[in-house]
């Protein structure tokens, strides 16, 4: 399945306006018009793939310590969306599976590999199976910052598109290195924090045929993303939509 990333993708749907990885977050991404959107995955004790950015449920969740020590059906009691806003009291991490359906026909989806540390095989397991099982009426890929994970899903999904993500690195021996990493997974994809990205970089990544994109901690608006577009960035991951409402229908 060849991937048309658009320029835009919500980070975790769109986190600055409803609690990030929850169903909320995913309807004010449609509601924006947004084409993809961007999710964290983990699972649970009995391995249901579900969303979640954290090692801990600690800051996005109503529960405390590692996920793998809860039943799904005790993850889908937790309050996913009170520390965002009171008004999301009744906001839950949902399973992958309910995200798939929700994306449906809808809008594309990166399905970022998020494992706790010793997790990896039994995360890249579930989310694969769930995938190979279910008949998508979605484009999708997978990305992750650890090597080991896309190692996996390689493996498991010889054809899955897959995208290498990078939030720090010296000098630029360990850049070839990086790219290297990106040519023998046969990824299609290679991610930097905003911090890292220049003309240069960009140019190594595009000689090697790579689609280059770019996250940050913090909301890219959109007089940033026209500045990174010019340089050669091919996709933005954005946490708030609002300040490119008039262009929009353009990022098909």
């Known amino acids: 399945m060849i991937i048309n990333l658009p320029k835009i993708i919500g980070h975790r749907g769109v986190k600055d306006l409803a609690p990030e990885n929850t169903i909320s977050s995913l309807e004010e991404s449609v509601k924006h018009n947004l084409k993809w959107i961007e999710v964290d995955v983990k ?21 405390k310590g590692y996920p793998y020590n809860y039943l799904y059906k005790e993850i889908l009691d937790l309050d996913a969306g009170s520390w965002f806003d009171k008004k999301f009291s009744n906001v839950y991490p949902p399973t992958l599976e ?49 090597y080991y994970s896309l190692e996996l899903m390689r493996n498991k999904m010889p054809n899955a598109n897959l995208g290498y993500l990078v939030d720090n690195f010296d000098e630029e021996k360990i ?65 708030n939509p609002t300040s490119y409402k008039s262009v929009l229908d353009n990022f098909l």
Do not use: M
């Open 43 to 63: 699972i649970s004790k009995d391995s249901i793939p579900f969303l979640l950015h954290d090692d801990l449920l600690d800051r996005t969740t109503s529960g």
């Open 98 to 146: 309910e995200v798939l359906n929700f994306c449906s026909n809808r809008i594309g989806i990166n399905i970022e590999l998020k494992p706790n540390k010793g997790k990896e095989k039994e995360n890249v397991n579930a989310i694969s199976s769930l995938i190979k099982k279910k008949k998508l009426n979605v484009q999708y890929y997978f990305s992750s910052f650890d």
């Open 175 to 239: 850049l070839a290195l990086i790219i290297q990493d990106c040519i023998n997974l046969k990824c299609f994809s290679i991610g930097f924090s905003i911090d890292l990205i220049n003309q240069k970089l960009i140019k190594s990544c595009k000689e090697k045929n790579l689609k280059v994109v770019v996250y940050s901690d913090s909301n890219i608006e959109y007089k940033t993303a026209l500045k990174l577009w010019t340089i050669g960035v091919d996709s933005i991951f954005i946490d």
